[in-house]
Nanobody, 120 residues
Framework: QVQLVESGGGLVQAGGSLSLSCAAS????????MGWFRQAPGKEREFVAA????????YYADSVKGRFTISRDNAKNTVYLQMNSLKPEDTAVYYC?????????????WGQGTQVTVSS
């Protein structure tokens, strides 16, 4: 069992930056691929970014490529999402995800979500 707890959400003006963190419980963090998803009001949850177990490979949705950076620290059991040049359309609840395979193929554990609101 893995528990994921996100933090770092909030309100920011367009063009600003926010950094999200996701702390994982347990001693097997490095055995999971990690990712971030988001869900805006009235929309389906969508993939944002993913990172491999070692952190050597990263993947991004086209909508955030060049603006967001995912990283992880396996010694701290934490995955991060640095969000720059934020746009109002980035407003959503952001969820951390852990997968024993690859994130886009299926998520084994979800965090509770953290709200990100970008004002215009």
């Amino acid at each position: 069992q893995v528990q994921l707890v996100e933090s770092g959400g909030g309100l920011v003006q367009a063009g600003g930056s926010l950094s999200l963190s996701c702390a994982a419980s347990g001693r097997t963090f490095s055995s999971y691929a990690m990712g971030w998803f988001r869900q805006a009001p009235g929309k389906e949850r969508e993939f944002v970014a993913a990172i491999s177990r070692s952190g050597g490979s990263t993947y991004y949705a086209d909508s955030v490529k060049g603006r967001f950076t995912i990283s992880r620290d396996n010694a701290k059991n934490t995955v991060y999402l640095q969000m720059n040049s934020l746009k109002p359309e980035d407003t959503a609840v952001y969820y951390c995800a852990a997968s024993k395979k690859i994130v886009v193929a299926g998520v084994d554990y979800w965090g509770q979500g953290t709200q990100v609101t970008v004002s215009s």
